[in-house]
């Protein structure tokens, strides 16, 4: 079993495709549907009275195991944001932080022997909290985001020594060490601990870096891109439910994990929040990682 | 025979790497001594009196015909700029056009049925006074830039009609067709006649597309970019090559020739100006296409 701790949400977004008010989005939430296509996933986070049956029941038929999805008196978290046609980039509106701001992952018992764990872009010391509450987890995945550099960054250093699987934006790892220069991010992040990380570029795919190798994976190429929102956590998603899943760590394994999360994110991103993978199949999934093998093969000299 | 019609320019560049003065540059100039490495090549463009003879032995010494190289009185066209530590932006201080102003292209009579023309990102009339003037070519590769796009659309869409292979930055084909998707630009452009449009991405690689495929490259991933000036025309350099020396316009043949070209770019970034590619060997060429081959590769489902 998968465990994720995030935020659940509800997003207002406008993209130059249209837009929806209030919808299930929450990096928890995109992260354990796209998991729950091939692997079990259960979720830790919090929600207001405003969260109705009608969501948990939507999770629980998607196989997502909502035990420790916590209640509690006021209002969930809402997010509202914008894009323009340059897609890579989320503008926020509002923050709505509600029942999050006193949130405190209360981890079920029996999530609690978990050997997958994904711990979305938290607050580190949430975050460590849950480390602290977890028995012996074969793989931790730690994600995180620009507000956590800027104001919690030595909790986040914390997270990151604990961390076997480090994914992060571009522009975060950047930040983070004060260089433009991936591999040189790439290096330092792995000299705190994490024997992987993983580096996301947006349209521009990814980059594994292992201590011995580089495997540069590229984006699914698009010619409709409805709302990127929630793509990185679906990307987790998939990269996290296929180890889970197949549940090797080879070169060969994770490089499979990567592209099989590259596909799941490129069909989030082609409808408003989780709308696009409530009719994706295993073989759609086959098929673009079929493509993307095409795309890329290249002979030898 | 490949012909090069371009700039060829004194560089004054600073980087968060150092900075160079009055350093040989220009599109032609790196274009033909990237070609150089494999390929027979002649360059035709101008140069002012400051334009010393040991530059044109530069050039010769490297294989390169330079029978198509002007002398005339004035300065030779001078470009001044810097990068910041984002290194995919130039940002230009000065632009001195002097010889470059009246610059008409005289091609000398054994250059006219060269089969291999590149077309560097010049004034769009220049680019087609030079293909009213050469005889049945087997390929004629274009670039351009966003000036052009800007001043002379019009003349640069006669240009494209003309191009079997377009070469372009992914910011310029955007611009030109009023979109940020890359696939639906890159149908436009094709539908004007190139067969094949090649979208330059800088240290995000290249994507390749035909009418019926996609072949989308990396970048080759370096720790160290002290120059990015010269890299698109470089890799132009490296891609004509390939094809004129292996005759060959198969998906598999352009493909290589992609990865050949991204290689010798990622060399000619190492350094300034064209320093990079003097020491530069087959051998070093191939160790590196073989590493990008490790760098991409990944197994079936």
């Known amino acids: 079993m998968i465990l994720v701790v995030g935020s659940i949400a509800f997003d207002t977004i406008k993209t130059p495709f249209g837009n929806v008010e209030n919808i299930l989005g929450g990096s928890a939430v995109h992260f354990s549907i796209s998991a729950s296509i091939i692997a079990e996933v259960g979720i830790v986070g919090v929600v207001g009275m405003d969260f109705s049956k009608s969501y948990i029941e939507y999770l629980q038929k998607k196989g997502i195991d909502t035990e420790g999805v916590k209640k509690v008196s006021g209002k969930t978290f809402r997010w509202e944001g914008y894009y323009e046609y340059d897609m890579n980039q989320a503008h926020t509106i509002k923050t709505e932080l509600n029942v999050f701001k006193n949130f405190h992952p209360d981890i079920p018992e029996k999530y609690k022997t978990a050997k997958y764990v994904f711990l979305a872009n938290i607050d580190p010391d949430l975050q460590l909290e849950v480390l602290n509450n977890i028995k012996n987890p074969k793989l931790v995945v730690s994600d995180t985001m620009n507000y956590w550099i800027e104001n919690k960054k030595d909790r986040l250093i914390e997270v990151i020594k604990r961390t076997d699987i480090m994914l992060i934006n571009d522009s975060e790892i950047?930040?983070?060490?004060?260089?433009?220069?991936?591999?040189?991010?790439?290096?330092?992040?792995?000299?705190?601990?994490?024997?992987i990380v993983i580096i996301k570029k947006g349209e521009h795919g990814a980059i594994m870096f292992t201590q011995d190798s580089i495997f540069i994976a590229p984006a699914f190429p698009l010619e409709?891109?409805?709302?990127?929102?929630?793509?990185?956590?679906?990307?987790?998603?998939?990269?996290?439910?296929?180890?889970?899943?197949?549940?090797?760590?080879?070169?060969?394994?994770?490089?499979?994990?990567?592209?099989?999360?590259?596909?799941?994110?490129?069909?989030?991103?082609?409808?408003?929040?989780?709308?696009?993978?409530?009719?994706?199949?295993?073989?759609?999934?086959?098929?673009?990682?079929?493509?993307?093998?095409?795309?890329?093969?290249?002979?030898?000299?």
Do not use: W
Request: charged share 25%; net charge positive.
């Open 174 to 195: 950047c930040q983070l060490f004060h260089t433009t220069n991936l591999v040189k991010a790439a290096k330092r992040i792995m000299s705190l601990g994490p024997k």
């Open 224 to 301: 409709e891109v409805v709302d990127p929102t929630g793509a990185g956590d679906s990307f987790a998603g998939g990269f996290v439910s296929f180890l889970s899943k197949t549940q090797k760590l080879s070169e060969n394994n994770l490089r499979k994990a990567v592209i099989f999360a590259t596909v799941i994110a490129s069909f989030t991103v082609t409808d408003f929040g989780t709308r696009a993978l409530d009719s994706i199949q295993y073989t759609d999934i086959k098929n673009r990682y079929i493509e993307l093998m095409k795309y890329t093969k290249f002979k030898k000299l």
